[in-house]
């Protein structure tokens, strides 16, 4: 079968496909990848900017995957449709057994600290497999980092009906799901974006970074853009209110003015990913149809190195890859 390997973590250069050879071992569910999703997280691996170990190298990336069993374990049945948990946790530490396997003191990122999905074929643990049939493709194809990060983010900054949210980065992969993770949950969002069509995903209001209302403020805010848009943001936060981040996608300093965040009693949460709990809760959503995502270009794996090229400059939905058809 075909696979994207990464000789070294230099460059879209050494991105390569070849054929390869996989094998299954006990526990392990083989699953035929129908979708991979490029994140930030990805694109960084390729180009060398990534922050945690990478294993093995050479490497297969790719941390979001949608795709068919083609084996049966405990609960899984071959053909179920599936996609996988991307966090890897022991399951024994005092992080997982308090529900908190992105914490495992043993954990690590699929496609990171492991081979990932840019394959026609992959193996993964069967505790990492969640059945997703009745789930849009490109929908479902986007939870394992986009939706489970983005909700994972929102339930840390405990929000409250009726409340507001400032959602920075909101034509992202992230940003989607959280307008609509908000809506759902009674908020009224705000996006900020270049993008106007973010409104057709539930934003009450969309400004562009740098029209921001000067005495706009709410309770939340989401900001993974990092550097000084991160330090910005704080303006925008009400008396008491919470600011969550996950990301440093501008830069990973910021400069604070902390007598706002006192004088204010303002809350700073960082969150990475989320639970096997948030992986249920989110797919629960995913099943009432209402949310949606859209998908700007589907490549082929052949067509690997263009797909990532075109992931910079994404103007209106996602960038995937389908290594095998449907
Ligand atoms: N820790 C975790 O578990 C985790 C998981 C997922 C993502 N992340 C991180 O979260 C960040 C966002 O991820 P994503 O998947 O949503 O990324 P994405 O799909 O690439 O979207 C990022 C969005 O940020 C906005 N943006 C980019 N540059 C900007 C700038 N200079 N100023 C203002 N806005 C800018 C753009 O939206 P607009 O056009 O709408 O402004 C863009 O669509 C990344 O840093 C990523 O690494 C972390
Ligand atoms: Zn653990």
């Not at 691996?45 to 297969?60: A, D, E, F, T, V």
């Not at 939706?147 to 840390?156: D, E, P, Q, S």
């Not at 969309?206 to 303006?235: C, Q, W």
């Amino acid at each position: 079968m075909k696979a994207a390997v990464l000789e070294t973590p230099q460059g879209l250069e050494y991105l390569k496909i070849r054929e390869i050879e996989e094998k299954g071992s006990v526990g392990k569910i083989r699953i035929k990848v129908i979708q991979t999703g490029i994140n930030p997280v990805d694109y960084n691996l390729i180009h060398g900017k990534i922050i945690y170990g990478i294993n093995p190298i050479p490497h297969i990336p790719g941390t979001e995957c949608y795709g068919t069993a083609l084996s049966s374990g405990h609960s899984i049945r071959e053909g179920d449709s599936v996609i996988v948990y991307p966090r890897l946790y022991d399951g024994t530490c005092d992080f997982c057994l308090d529900g908190h396997e992105e914490l495992c003191i043993n954990g690590g990122l699929f496609g990171v600290n492991t081979n990932g999905s840019y394959a026609e074929e992959i193996y993964v643990d069967e505790r990492n497999v969640y059945r997703v049939s009745g789930i849009d493709k490109d929908l479902a194809g986007s939870i394992p980092v986009g939706g489970l990060t983005a909700y994972h983010a929102i339930k840390r900054t405990r929000p409250r009906e009726g409340e507001s949210i400032l959602v920075y980065g909101a034509s992202g992969n992230t940003g989607i799901w959280a307008v609509q993770i908000a809506k759902s949950m009674g908020l009224k969002v705000i996006a900020v974006s270049g993008k106007s069509w973010i409104s057709e995903y539930g934003a009450d209001k969309v400004y562009r970074i740098d029209e921001i209302p000067e005495d706009l403020k709410t309770e939340i805010v989401m900001n993974s853009l990092g550097g000084s848009v991160f330090a910005d943001s704080l303006h925008h936060i009400q008396r008491g209110g919470r600011i969550v981040t996950f990301g440093i996608y501008n830069g990973k300093e910021s400069t604070l003015d902390l007598s706002r965040v006192y004088s204010s009693e303002i809350s700073i949460f960082g969150t990475t990913g989320g639970s096997r709990d948030d992986m249920n809760d989110i797919l629960k959503l995913a099943r009432t149809g209402k949310i949606r995502m859209p998908v700007e270009k589907r490549f082929d794996l052949k067509d690997i190195r263009e797909a990532m090229t075109q992931f910079k400059s994404k103007s209106t939905g996602r960038i995937v890859i389908e290594p095998t058809n449907a």
